[in-house]
């Protein structure tokens, strides 16, 4: 049992349980962790903090999982996550900061969650999102909960009561001030959506603590921006009631990036290939957001990742590992070798991965825009959106796909809303 995966673990206890009958009966199914040990560990089995990287069985069932006490979970057809704002959607203007000189802290290198909290706060930007000023860092890491019981929403459109018994909790940074307590989830790859327990097991944690109100903050460090975004419970006893009060985007460098700039760097790349599926050695993408393209070249800069580790880290299932990965082969960053210590292959960056990832933020976008540019559907692509001033129609850049030959007719369908995405991004950058 030991070699099990997640998804084959969870399918041999939902036999053994029959725990789809009994969600759909009782509306809950109570599991202890040696239950789950049997199968597999627990710590690998039931943290999914985005819902992209669940186990095909619960995402099929539309089952969720929720840790009740230290030893306990309960699973049922719960609404756990929450949207994070698509930030290639996000026009805001990007608020520059300045940060104090440290020996110690090389803004071109923050690749952890507890650096990236660091500069939140050297460069006051925690103050300014907030509105108040000397927000001291007082607590963090692994805590109980201590005991509660709430109400969150289902699939079935009603309520499911859930009842918490000294669970465990992680808090990444926890913040006092005269007005309010401020707890921070924070993290440094990009996902689509957040597991809304990172917020309301603190939360209630520290509401049953503290008298001053607490403020919820979401931080997203990649690509050198900081975005964050504050949530409210609405109803402290109700999970669901969830909502953002505002976002804001900050960096330590200069983020403007003009259209001329764009023009610029379309007018000096030179096309290198057509993408012939016959004769090119990479595949052609199927990976829609490119913030996430980047996410992976920020984690590899650190080490090279199993296919499985790069699935751990970003949150992905294997597959979308290797569609990641190729999107950024196709760009000439990532390569596969063969590690001899892990004895297996592994996920890396080219030379010019590296020096990409060591550019400025202006200069590493306009790098990343020139090497999209080289391929001569997203050159000709441009060029259209430019004159035209309008994004290309799907079945437009379907036909490109079939003239370039990209990839087989089966593909095509899907692997098109990645290339729109990818246009779309590039004339987002002097938005974001």
């Given at each position: 049992m030991a070699n099990l995966s997640a998804n084959e673990a969870w399918e041999k206890i939902f036999e053994k349980y029959d725990v789809v009958n009994k969600v759909k009966t009782k509306g809950q199914f109570h599991i202890k962790s040696k239950q789950i040990k049997e199968f597999r560990e627990p710590r690998l089995m039931a943290k999914w903090d985005s819902?992209?990287?669940?186990?095909?069985?619960?995402?099929?069932?539309?089952?969720?999982?929720?840790?009740n006490s230290r030893s306990s979970y309960v699973l049922s057809d719960f609404k756990l996550y929450e949207k994070i704002p698509n930030i290639t959607d996000n026009t805001t203007d990007i608020h520059k900061v300045s940060v104090p000189q440290f020996e110690t802290l090389n803004i071109k290198n923050i690749t952890s969650e507890a650096n990236a909290i660091n500069l939140l706060i050297l460069s006051n930007i925690l103050d300014d999102f907030l509105g108040v000023e000397n927000n001291v860092q007082t607590f963090n890491g692994r805590m109980g909960t201590g005991n509660f019981n709430f109400v969150v929403d289902t699939k079935r459109g009603v309520k499911e009561k859930v009842i918490v018994n000294n669970a465990q909790c992680e808090i990444d940074a926890g913040f006092e001030n005269e007005e309010s307590v401020i707890i921070m989830e924070a993290k440094n790859v990009i996902y689509p959506d957040f597991h809304i327990r990172q917020l309301y097991y603190p939360y209630r944690l520290w509401k049953s603590r503290v008298k001053k109100p607490i403020r919820l903050v979401?931080?997203?460090?990649?690509?050198m921006i900081f975005r964050l975004y504050?949530?409210?419970f609405e109803h402290a006893d109700d999970y669901s009631s969830i909502?953002?009060?505002?976002?804001?985007s900050y960096s330590v460098q200069d983020t403007k990036i003009t259209y001329d700039d764009l023009l610029n760097v379309y007018h000096k790349t030179q096309v290198k290939t057509d993408d012939n599926m016959e004769t090119a050695d990479v595949t052609f993408i199927q990976a829609d957001s490119f913030e996430r393209v980047i996410s992976l070249l920020e984690q590899l800069y650190e080490d090279s990742m199993t296919t499985n580790e790069v699935a751990e880290m970003m949150q992905f299932d294997p597959r979308q590992s290797d569609y990641y990965f190729n999107a950024?082969?196709?760009?000439?960053?990532?390569?596969?070798?063969k590690d001899e210590n892990k004895g297996s292959?592994?996920?890396?960056?080219?030379?010019?991965?590296?020096?990409?990832?060591?550019?400025?933020?202006?200069?590493?976008?306009?790098?990343l825009v020139e090497l999209i540019l080289e391929h001569k559907i997203f050159n000709?692509?441009?060029?259209?959106?430019?004159n035209k001033q309008e994004l290309p129609s799907k079945e437009m850049v379907?036909?490109?796909?079939?003239?370039?030959?990209?990839?087989?007719?089966?593909?095509?369908?899907?692997?098109?809303?990645?290339?729109?995405?990818?246009?779309?991004?590039?004339f987002n950058l002097p938005n974001m």
């Open positions: 819902s992209e990287s669940l186990p095909k069985v619960l995402k099929e069932n539309h089952i969720n999982i929720l840790p979401f931080s997203v460090y990649s690509n504050e949530y409210k909502h953002l009060i505002k976002s804001k950024g082969r196709y760009l000439g960053l990532f390569e596969k070798v292959i592994v996920m890396q960056l080219t030379t010019l991965g590296k020096d990409v990832y060591n550019l400025d933020y202006k200069d590493r976008q306009l790098k000709d692509l441009f060029s259209y959106v430019f379907r036909n490109k796909m079939r003239e370039y030959n990209v990839c087989s007719e089966n593909l095509i369908n899907r692997r098109s809303s990645s290339v729109i995405a990818w246009i779309k991004r590039i």
